[in-house]
């Protein structure tokens, strides 16, 4: 049998390098909420998403969900999904791997969707 080769999904959260950063851009490994479909990632090796953190000033972030406690921080920490940096990684060579969370509610995506559309203005 063969083992189906993992490719990450909208809705999935995935491990991504974020590195090299420059400016106000995260950097090092991040949790990431992937936005674009399977397909799309398959076939282009690009993941387009949005970083996620545990930094607590993004509590008055106005672009920033908060999506719940951060499961395995000793502190209790709550981790956000940072609408205002949309961005797409090459997840093959920066070697993405699926979070433990695995994918994000269906309501908080969608209320994130929203919040990137107000940004945005696509729809």
């Not at 997840?91 to 209320?111: T, V």
Request: net charge positive; charged share 25%.
């Amino acid at each position: 049998m063969v083992k189906a080769v993992w490719v990450p999904d909208r809705e999935d959260i995935i491990w991504i390098d974020c590195n090299p950063q420059i400016g106000q851009e995260m950097r090092d490994v991040h949790p990431f909420l992937v936005l674009s479909p399977r397909m799309f990632n398959d076939k282009t090796s690009l993941v387009i998403g949005l970083p996620m953190t545990t930094a607590a000033y993004n509590a008055d972030n106005p672009f920033a969900i908060a999506v719940g406690m951060a499961a395995g921080t000793k502190a209790h920490k709550v981790s956000y999904v940072l609408c205002q940096q949309p961005k797409s990684f090459d997840w093959r060579q920066r070697d993405a791997k699926p979070h433990h969370l695995k994918k994000l509610d269906k309501e908080i995506f969608a209320q994130v969707c929203r919040r990137l559309n107000q940004i945005i203005q696509l729809a």
